[in-house]
Structures are given as structure tokens and as C-alpha cells.
DNA sequence: TGAGTGATTGACT
DNA sequence: GTCAATCACTCAT
């Protein structure tokens, strides 16, 4: 399966954390895919300390600090060697909404989990996560009977390099959830 | 060794 | 709409 791909297959999935004793839970609505040989990926430039998960194998949680300031969740998606995987953009808030409201300073749902950079704030992702398999705790992926539908493609945020690839996911009807809306 | 940029967010005008 | 927060990395001295 290319990136791409496993992006649209991300959407809908349920991302459980269960950091410092308190389990938030939220449906995967926004995706975004940086491949290999894309000026915009951390990758394109080779393998650094920092982006070193990326690299692979797949399955496992890249994890990185940005503008000082905020940590970004991503899922590698390619074998060992390629440096491809999904950022993960917003969820729809599913448990522990007060722990993601405590975290976070401020209670609207709508912001809890409406951005990269928020996901992890809320849940209590950071750089201790990097490289972590999403199969085990405390940070794991699953799979319910939930259907995105229709699915809108659009340019990917935040990036000045390949801001004409379409590889900004997320199913129409979940757009309230959905960051910079 | 140092300036510039960045897969962001929130406060402020 | 503007801008500061202030770290990892790239690229140019």
C-alpha cells in the first residue's frame, strides 16, 4: 500500500493514549502524507537524529518538535530505508475529554484536538514517543466499524515546498473537527 | 559559528 | 490581519 494510501486508510481509526495514568481517545479525521524524494518531508534531506524513525519499518510513531514550541505526531507507512509516514492532523475527541481539557487550557471540544501540534499537547504525546510501535501501549491504533465516506483532498498545510500535492485528507463529513477550518 | 527556516499555536491590533 | 515563542536542522561563512 503507497502512502497515500494507508493516509486515506488512516481516516477513521481510533488513537487511544494512556499517559500518566489517564487514557484520551480520538477518531483519526485529518491526515496528511509526506513521501520520500518530497521537498516538503523531514526525509528529503537524509536520515538525522531527529527524523531517524522515519526511516522505518512501518508501524512506528515519528515524533518531533517544531517552532520551539510543539511536538507533531506522524505514523511511518514505508519498509526500513524509504523515510515516508502520515501526519496526523486532528482527531475527533472519542474519551477523557476533561484530561485533554486540562491539558490543553481550554474545554471547547472543538479545540482540544483540531491540530497537529494540539493532538499532542492533549494526549500527552512527546519526543519520548518517537519511535515507539503503535501496536503496544501506551500509545496504540484501532480499528472500528466506523466509515468516513466521501473523502476531500486538498493541498497539505504549512509547507512552501509541493504545495500542489493533493495530500491533505479528510472525510467531508467530519470537517468540524478538522484544523484551520 | 551564525543566520535563516520551519509539517504550529495563541495572544494581540 | 501581525507577531512571539525559542528548538532542530540546513546552509553559508
Redesign the pocket.
Known amino acids: 500500500m503507497s502512502t497515500p494510501e494507508v493516509t486515506r486508510s488512516v481516516l477513521g481509526m481510533v488513537l487511544v493514549s494512556d499517559i500518566g495514568g489517564e487514557r484520551t481517545a480520538g477518531r483519526i479525521v485529518e491526515a496528511?502524507a509526506?513521501l520520500k524524494d518530497d521537498p516538503?518531508?523531514?526525509?528529503s534531506?537524509?536520515i538525522?537524529?531527529?527524523?531517524a524513525p522515519?526511516f522505518g519499518p512501518p508501524g512506528l510513531a515519528?515524533v518531533?518538535?517544531?517552532?520551539?514550541?510543539?511536538w507533531?505526531l506522524?505514523f511511518v507507512t514505508a519498509p526500513k530505508g524509504h523515510g515516508e509516514?502520515v501526519?496526523i492532523?486532528a482527531l475527533e475527541p472519542l474519551e477523557g475529554l476533561d484530561a485533554m481539557a486540562r491539558r490543553?487550557?481550554?474545554a471547547a471540544p472543538r479545540?482540544l484536538l483540531?491540530?497537529?501540534?494540539?493532538?499532542c499537547?492533549a494526549m500527552g504525546i512527546d519526543g519520548s514517543l518517537n519511535g515507539h510501535p503503535l501496536a503496544l501501549p501506551p500509545l496504540t491504533l484501532l480499528r472500528d466499524r466506523w466509515e468516513p465516506g466521501e473523502i476531500a483532498a486538498r493541498p497539505?498545510?504549512?509547507?512552501?515546498?509541493s504545495v500542489d500535492k493533493p495530500w491533505r485528507l479528510y472525510p467531508v463529513r467530519s470537517r468540524e473537527w478538522v484544523?484551520?477550518r
Open positions: 496528511e509526506y516538503a518531508s523531514h526525509s534531506r537524509g538525522t537524529k531527529r527524523n522515519m515519528y518531533y518538535f517544531t517552532y520551539g514550541n510543539h507533531c506522524n509516514a501526519l492532523r490543553r487550557g481550554r479545540d483540531s491540530g497537529p501540534g494540539k493532538i499537547q497539505r498545510i504549512g509547507i512552501s515546498q484544523s484551520r
